[in-house]
């Protein structure tokens, strides 16, 4: 069966300091990956995704990169964290049915 | 961009009634409709998808897709207190192979 990992669960970071959360699924192969972000009480807000490895789709301009150095493997960056940038982060993963499946979540606060 | 539209609610029924969740969507060529379900503070969970015009029943959810008239919804039947969550619609936009959620209604059963 598949699952699906994020590290760490929870972070608090200064304005300004670099952010790297990482997203690693198990049992199949090939996957879409999907970074999001969940501002508190919002809706889910698509950030990034790929559809193999070195292919990067950026859905909204902003201090954040992806980067996916391995299959299964999916990083979310940033060089310097504005205090916008809290929220919680999730990667997901997905086959052709198109349903999307997450991980259990980041929550970043930026102080 | 799809748009996805859902009223945030809270919906608040008694418990071991019917809940109705419903969605509308703005684009007419959409194919796939995914209901999740994210309690407070945790990511989503997949809870039904559905392709076909009608209804599809898993346990007691049931959804039901009506693509003349651009909606779905999600009915709970014997509505439990653990019931009690954000549950967010959501679409597949083929283009960019991605999910394009709703901002999510709050449900509450009360005991």
């Known amino acids: 069966s598949q699952t699906i990992h994020q590290w760490p669960a929870t972070l608090v970071q200064p304005v300004g300091s670099p952010l790297s959360l990482e997203c690693t699924v198990e049992?199949?192969?090939?996957?879409?990956l999907y970074w999001y972000r969940q501002a508190a009480g919002r809706g889910l807000q698509l950030l990034f995704y790929s559809v193999g490895i070195g292919q990067i789709s950026s859905e909204v301009p902003q201090n954040l990169s992806a980067s996916r150095p391995q299959d299964r493997q999916f990083i979310l960056s940033s060089k310097k964290l504005l205090l916008s940038d809290s929220g919680f982060y999730l990667c997901?993963?997905?086959?052709?049915?198109?349903?999307?499946?997450f991980g259990p979540g980041t929550r970043l606060t930026v102080t | 961009q799809k748009e996805v539209e859902q009223n945030s609610g809270p919906l608040s029924v008694p418990e071991g009634a019917i809940a109705s969740l419903n969605c509308t969507y703005s684009d007419r060529g959409s194919q796939s409709f995914f209901w999740y379900r994210q309690y407070s503070g945790k990511s989503p969970e997949l809870i039904m998808f559905i392709y076909s015009n009608g209804d599809k029943e898993d346990g007691r959810f049931t959804a039901q897709l009506n693509k003349a008239s651009q909606y779905v919804s999600l009915l709970i039947r014997d509505s439990q207190p653990s019931d009690s969550a954000t549950y967010l619609c959501a679409l597949h936009d083929t283009g960019r192979r991605a999910l394009t959620f709703g901002s999510g209604t709050r449900l509450q059963v009360q005991p």
């Open positions: 049992g199949t192969s090939n996957p879409n």
């Open positions: 997901a993963w997905s086959v052709q049915s198109g349903a999307q499946y």
